[in-house]
């Protein structure tokens, strides 16, 4: 008789603290669905979207296995909200149909601004041959290894706001840059430009919003509007936005980005959810924070997230193309 009560209580204590993680995990998306990215938890249960609800799996096979038919119903509807999350992120792709040239090949790239050695960033990143980079956390000490290295002669088209620390930017181009100037988002300026794709003007905005973590919660928020706004002002004419926007595709930014511009991983990266940081051994767990998007009158023929040398992000390359209907 003990050995039968003691069973049952182990069965109840099981399920009682499913149920306390099913119950959890409920709550907090639903008040994520409706708050949105509104409070820091808010913001990283969001962006960790393919990992928090990964305890559902565990709380279905505890409910068949006891037969919980209540429990088991709730595992799958979280189930299935993750599914439907992270299924596309993985597998669906839908790359331009254009014809493959002329493209061009753009590039982002957060070096990291305390790396002391940024030639060994820069030797993986020159493999990519992009037309036009974009740099974020541009130091002094990176921009001697642009300069010793070459790059400035590579890229003789260039603004560059080299700063102590991360805040640092650099817009470099093959291409003539046409209308340079700054955008005010709070810690690192926006560097925006105009430039020629087969005869017709492509605006640039180059960016690296604040971390969304302490005193830099609202000014990450604020930064985000403003990209989203500058975006939404340039939705009908060739543009791209790029940079490391410390903002994962789970997120409301992104979500609400995704009503005027693609994301060029997701319309033709590998499979894969395509994580660009942490690299270098950080303990995080993995998130896809560097971004390049491109308005519909522009096609991705093939992005790729590339090696990260030394930086604690890798770099986004991608090959964009003007579409046919608005040459």
Not at 10 to 17: A, D, H, R, V, Y
């Amino acid at each position: 008789m003990p050995d039968f009560e003691s069973a049952e209580a182990e069965t109840t204590n099981g399920q009682s603290l499913a149920w306390v993680v099913v119950i959890a995990l409920v709550g907090m998306t639903g008040v994520r669905a409706l708050r949105g990215d509104a409070a820091w938890l808010l913001i990283v249960w969001g962006a960790y979207t393919p990992f928090v609800l990964l305890p559902a799996y565990g709380t279905l096979v505890f409910a068949v296995a006891r037969k919980h038919r209540m429990l088991a119903v709730a595992s799958l509807g979280l189930i299935a909200l993750h599914l439907v999350l992270v299924v596309p992120q993985v597998f669906v792709r839908t790359p331009s149909a254009e014809p493959p040239e002329p493209a061009l090949r753009v590039a982002t790239m957060n070096g990291n601004g305390w790396n002391t050695h940024p030639d060994l960033t820069l030797r993986p990143l020159a493999r990519h041959d992009a037309d036009l980079l974009c740099l974020q956390e541009v130091s002094p000490v990176w921009a001697d290894a642009l300069l010793d290295g070459g790059w400035l002669d590579d890229y003789p088209h260039r603004h560059m706001d080299v700063r102590e620390g991360v805040w640092g930017m650099a817009l470099l181009s093959r291409i003539p840059m046409q209308i340079i100037h700054t955008d005010d988002l709070n810690e690192a300026q926006g560097i925006e430009a105009t430039l020629e794709l087969r005869g017709r003007a492509l605006r640039v905005l180059c960016v690296h919003p604040a971390p969304p973590a302490g005193a830099f919660v609202d000014s990450h928020l604020d930064a985000l509007s403003k990209i989203l706004a500058w975006t939404v002002a340039h939705r009908d004419e060739p543009a791209v936005i790029l940079g490391d926007l410390n903002s994962t595709p789970y997120s409301s930014f992104s979500t609400a980005m995704r009503a005027h511009v693609d994301d060029a991983w997701e319309l033709a990266g590998k499979r894969g959810l395509g994580h660009t940081w942490p690299n270098g051994g950080m303990l995080y767990p993995p998130a896809r924070l560097d971004h390049v998007y491109v308005t519909r009158s522009l096609g991705v023929l093939h992005a790729e997230v590339g090696m990260p040398g030394l930086s604690d992000h890798a770099p986004v390359v991608a090959d964009i193309v003007l579409r046919a209907n608005h040459e």
